[in-house]
C-alpha cells in the first residue's frame, strides 16, 4: 500500500459539490452554432485549414497545430464553416481571439475514425504522433499540450504515472463524474500513458470525499487485465488544493517538486482523468478531442449537473438547459470559486479547459469588501501549500521588486488563493501576484528583444566593416594592378621612359634647390 503524507498550509472553503449531482451525466445536445477558438491550449495558436462555406465532417481536422507546443483544433460534429472571425473567448483578459464558426447541420455525420490496432507493438512515438494529431491538451489545468507533455520521457527516467482524480476545488465534480461513469476508460488511458512513458508505477490519487468516485476506480483496477506493474488507487483526506500537480506529488510519494523544477526531474509525471480517457479514445478509436463533461452549477441555475458538451458550445446554451435565473449583479465564472475568473459575456464557448461554469447568486457568494490594510497576521502564509511568504510577496509586487520577487521563489505560486480566502483584510493577494508574473515575463521579454536587437545590430555593424574592408582591398589590388601596367607599359616605350627620366630629374634638382 502506498503511504499518504502531508502537506504544508491548506484550507476547508464550502464544497457545495452536491448542488451537480455527481455521478449523473446530460447531454448537452448540439447548440444553433459552435465557436471553435484556435487557442484552446498553452502554446502557439492552431493554423486554420478549412475556408468559409467549407462542409465538413465531425472529427475533420479544422486547424493544425503550429510547433512543438501548439494543438490541433477538430469538427464536434458536421456542418458548415460560416466564418472565421474575432470572437469573444473565456479568459481572464475578456479580450477576443480568433475563432472557426461551424453551423451545425444535424446530421451528424463523422470521417471513419481509426485507431491503433495494437498500441503495446507500437514504438511510444508512434503513439504520441497519434495523440498529436487528436488535438489532445490537458482537460484539468492550463490546457498544456498533452503530446509535448509525454516527450519528458526524452529528458528524464519516468517511473511513476499519476492521475489526479483529486478535484479540490469547491462546487466542480467534472472529474468526479468521469470516475464514477468512465472509470474503465481512466484505467485504459492511464496504461496507454504509462506505455509511451516507461512508467512502471500508476496512482490514481482520490480524495475522501468522493466514495463512489473511490470504489469505481478500485473496481475498474481490479478487472483490469494489464500486465503493467504496480496501480493503486490511493484515498487521502479532503483539503484545497491537495489537487496542485506539486502538492498531489507530495501527497502520495512525500517527495517535493525542487523549486524552479518539474515534476519529470523526480520520474513522475501527471495527468487528469480526462486526459487519460481522451488519450485512450484516441489510441483505440481514433477520436480526436471534441467534447468533454462540464460541471454547470450555483444557485442561480435550477437544474445543475455535469453535462456531456460539445467544444465550441456557447455557454449561453448551457445556462439555458440548467435552468439559468439571473439576479441582481449576477456573475458567470469559468472555473471554481477558487481559481477560475469572472466571464464578460455568456456568448463565450466551451474549450478545451472549461471544467466548470458556475452561476453562484449574490447571496451565495458575495463579492468580496474593499481591501484593507495588511495586518501582518501571518494567516496567509499559514495557509500556502507551496510554503511562501504571500505577504512579503504582496509587498515586493507592490512596489515592482522583480529581483525580490523572484528571489521568494513567486513563480512557485500556483495561484490557488488560499491565501486570498484567509486574509482578514480581503486583500486580493493572487490578483498581485498574477499581475506581477505578468510584469517579469514582460520584463523577460523586452530583455531577450533588447539582446537580439543588439545581435542583430552588432551582426550588421561586423558586415559592414568587412563589406568595407573587402572594397578596400580590391580597391587597392586593382591600383596596384594599375600600377604595374603602367610601369610595364613604361619599359616597352623609350620616349616615355625618357619623358620620365626628364621628369625625375627636374623634380629632383626642384627639391635639391628648395633644399638649400
Known amino acids: 500500500m502506498n503511504s499518504v503524507h502531508t502537506i504544508h498550509g491548506g484550507i476547508h472553503p464550502r464544497e457545495e459539490k452536491q448542488l451537480s449531482r455527481p455521478g449523473q451525466v446530460i447531454d448537452a445536445g448540439l447548440p444553433h452554432e459552435l465557436i471553435l477558438p484556435l487557442s484552446q491550449h498553452i502554446g502557439a495558436p492552431a493554423e486554420p485549414i478549412v475556408s468559409v462555406g ?11 497545430d503550429q510547433g512543438a507546443v501548439s494543438a490541433a483544433v477538430h469538427a464536434p460534429t458536421s456542418g458548415h464553416i460560416t466564418a472565421i472571425d ?3 473567448v473565456p479568459h481572464p483578459s475578456g479580450l477576443t481571439n480568433v475563432c472557426i464558426r461551424l453551423t451545425p447541420d444535424h446530421a451528424d455525420e463523422w470521417l471513419v475514425l481509426q485507431g491503433l490496432a495494437d498500441y503495446r507493438s507500437e ?9 498529436r494529431a487528436a488535438g489532445i491538451s490537458g482537460l484539468g489545468g492550463a490546457g498544456f499540450p498533452t503530446a509535448t507533455k509525454l516527450l519528458a520521457r526524452e529528458r528524464s527516467a519516468i517511473h511513476t504515472l ?14 468526479d463524474t468521469l470516475m464514477q461513469v468512465a472509470a474503465e476508460q481512466i484505467v485504459a488511458g492511464a496504461e496507454i500513458l504509462a506505455h509511451i512513458l516507461g512508467a512502471e508505477t500508476i496512482l490514481y490519487g482520490v480524495e475522501d470525499n468522493k466514495p463512489a468516485a473511490l470504489k469505481a476506480m478500485r473496481e475498474a483496477l481490479a478487472a483490469s487485465d494489464d500486465a ?13 488544493p491537495s489537487g496542485g500537480e506539486k502538492q498531489l506529488i507530495e501527497i502520495l510519494t512525500g517527495e517535493q517538486v525542487p523549486s524552479g523544477g518539474l515534476p519529470a526531474d523526480l520520474g513522475i509525471v501527471c495527468q487528469n482523468p480526462g486526459t487519460a480517457v481522451a488519450v485512450r479514445d484516441a489510441v483505440i478509436d481514433g477520436k480526436p478531442l471534441t467534447d468533454r463533461l462540464v460541471t454547470v452549477t450555483g444557485r442561480a441555475v435550477s437544474h445543475a449537473s455535469n453535462y456531456r458538451v460539445r467544444l465550441g458550445t456557447p455557454i449561453a446554451h448551457l445556462l439555458a438547459l440548467a435552468g439559468f435565473t439571473p439576479g441582481s449583479r449576477q456573475r458567470l465564472i469559468h472555473g471554481g470559486p477558487m481559481m477560475g475568473f469572472a466571464l464578460e459575456t455568456d456568448a463565450v464557448p466551451v474549450v478545451k479547459t472549461t471544467n466548470c461554469v458556475l452561476a453562484p447568486t449574490q447571496e451565495e457568494l458575495p463579492a468580496p469588501p474593499p481591501a484593507q490594510a495588511c495586518i501582518r497576521c501571518g494567516l496567509c502564509a499559514e495557509a500556502c501549500p507551496a510554503s511562501l511568504l504571500p505577504q512579503q510577496l504582496y509587498w ?11 528571489k521568494h521563489h513567486l513563480f512557485d505560486c500556483i495561484e490557488c ?5 484567509v486574509c482578514p483584510s480581503s486583500i486580493p493577494l493572487v490578483q498581485y501576484y498574477r499581475a506581477a508574473k505578468s510584469h517579469i515575463v514582460e520584463t523577460r521579454d523586452d530583455k531577450q528583444r533588447a539582446e ?3 545581435g542583430r545590430f552588432e551582426a550588421r555593424q561586423e558586415r559592414v566593416e568587412r563589406e568595407a574592408a573587402e572594397r578596400e582591398r580590391k580597391r587597392a589590388e586593382r591600383k596596384a594592378t594599375a600600377q604595374q601596367k603602367a610601369a610595364a607599359s613604361e619599359a616597352d616605350d623609350p620616349v616615355q621612359a625618357a619623358i620620365a627620366r626628364t621628369k625625375a630629374r627636374k623634380e629632383q634638382a626642384a627639391q635639391t634647390k628648395d633644399a638649400s
Not at 54 to 64: F, I, N, S, W
Not at 232 to 238: D, E, H, M, N, Y
Not at 417 to 421: E, F, L, M, R
Open 54 to 64: 467549407d462542409h465538413v465532417k465531425g472529427g475533420q481536422r479544422l486547424a493544425e
Open 86 to 88: 474575432m470572437q469573444p
Open 162 to 175: 499519476i492521475i489526479n482524480g483529486t478535484e479540490c476545488e469547491p462546487y466542480i465534480t467534472a472529474d
Open 228 to 240: 503493467l506493474g504496480q496501480q493503486q488507487v490511493v484515498s487521502f483526506p479532503t483539503k484545497y
Open 123 to 131: 514504438a511510444p512515438d508512434t503513439v504520441i504522433a497519434h495523440i
Open 452 to 454: 537580439r536587437s543588439k
Open 417 to 421: 488563493g488560499a491565501c486570498s480566502w
Open 396 to 406: 515586493y509586487a507592490r512596489a515592482k521588486d522583480q529581483e525580490q520577487l523572484e
